[in-house]
Structures are given as C-alpha cells and as structure tokens.
C-alpha cells in the first residue's frame, strides 16, 4: 500500500506554489500557474489521493526555503528529502545528477546523458526533466539544450517561466535584456 501524501499551498514572490509529501519526502512542486485555485487543481490531479494538510515543521522549513529562493535569494536545496518512489531508477539517476547542479550554474541535457552513463540520451534526459516531480529541488530549469539553448520548460509560462528562474539565479542567455525578480507572464500573478 502506498504511503498517504499530504500537500498545502503557499505563496510566494511569484505566485501560489504547492508542495506535496509524504513521510520519505517531498514527492511533488506545484509551480504557480495561472492562479491559486489552478496551482491546486493541478498538483491534484499528479497526486490523486493526497490531502490538503498543515505542513509538519520539516516540509514547513521546506517551504521556508523556497519562498526565499523565489525572492531571489541564495538557497541550496541538495540536501532536501525526496520521496521519488513513483519514480523509475533511470529517471531517478537523472534527477540525482541534475541536483549536483549548484546555484546560477547550467549544463546540458547532453551533459547529463554522458553523467548517467547513457551518452546519445539527451531526448531521454529531457523527458525526464519534463516529468520532474520536484522542480527547483532538482532544478530542471538549469539544464538547457545544446548550444545552451534554452530548450524546454512544462511548468506554467514555459520557456519564460524557465527564463525567468534562471534569471533569478543571475544567468542571463543570449545576451537579452535580464529579466527582474517579480516579472511574470501575462496573468500570473496570484
């Protein structure tokens, strides 16, 4: 039998987030979307069964720490526990190597291939990113296509949402104007 999950919303700098646990860990990050009732709808729907809960102080240390981080500060979330059983062994060795990926630091999604031992696998790796069940504590959005490209992005506003998180880190690409902490897409903030 599977272990229950709990979840609860918090906002932060750039709208609703909601993070879902269990007692192995943080299972799921809900990153804003439209809005607040949009955010729950969807971390919902990836964890049928979960119940909305007060965050025990752990997960509420957690969620301490991510709101910080989308205020632009300087968070390390490497040492985070995972609760990634719903996870296969391929895709957990790629989220293991993606979370080795410090702070404004980027790589690519052929990087992380060669990394796991599966050279050749960057689609691979990008799926893997796109199924993410914890973006930013495996930070998906500092690997990038080839060329350092930015690629792909699943979370609401897409590449800009990528952009946009990367920009807080202090990494700007293509030589673009930077995006400022606090700009969002059209309708995103909560």
């Known amino acids: 039998m599977p272990e229950q999950t709990h979840y609860c919303l918090f906002d932060t700098d750039l709208g609703a987030c909601g993070l879902a646990w269990s007692e192995r860990g943080l299972a799921r990050l809900q990153l804003p979307e439209a809005d607040r009732s949009a955010t729950e709808e969807r971390l919902q729907r990836r964890l049928a069964g ?25 968070v390390d979330f490497s040492q985070a526990s995972l609760d990634l059983s719903r996870v296969g062994a391929f895709y957990r ?8 990926i410090g702070w404004g630091e980027t790589t690519t999604y052929g990087e992380i291939a060669r990394r796991v031992d599966t050279p050749g696998a960057a689609r691979a790796v990008g799926q893997a990113m796109g199924r993410n069940p914890v973006p930013i504590i495996i930070p ?41 902490p606090g700009l969002l897409p059209a309708g995103r903030r909560a």
């Open 93 to 100: 060795a790629i989220y293991d190597a993606a979370r080795r």
């Open 140 to 180: 998906c959005h500092r690997v990038l296509a080839s060329g350092d490209r930015i690629g792909g992005f699943s979370a609401f506003g897409g590449r800009l949402a990528k952009e946009q998180l990367l920009a807080l880190e202090g990494v700007h690409l293509g030589g673009g104007t930077p995006l400022l």
């Open 50 to 74: 979960a119940d909305p809960r007060a965050p025990p102080l752990q997960i509420a240390q957690a969620i301490a720490d991510l709101q910080r981080y989308f205020a632009g500060k300087r």
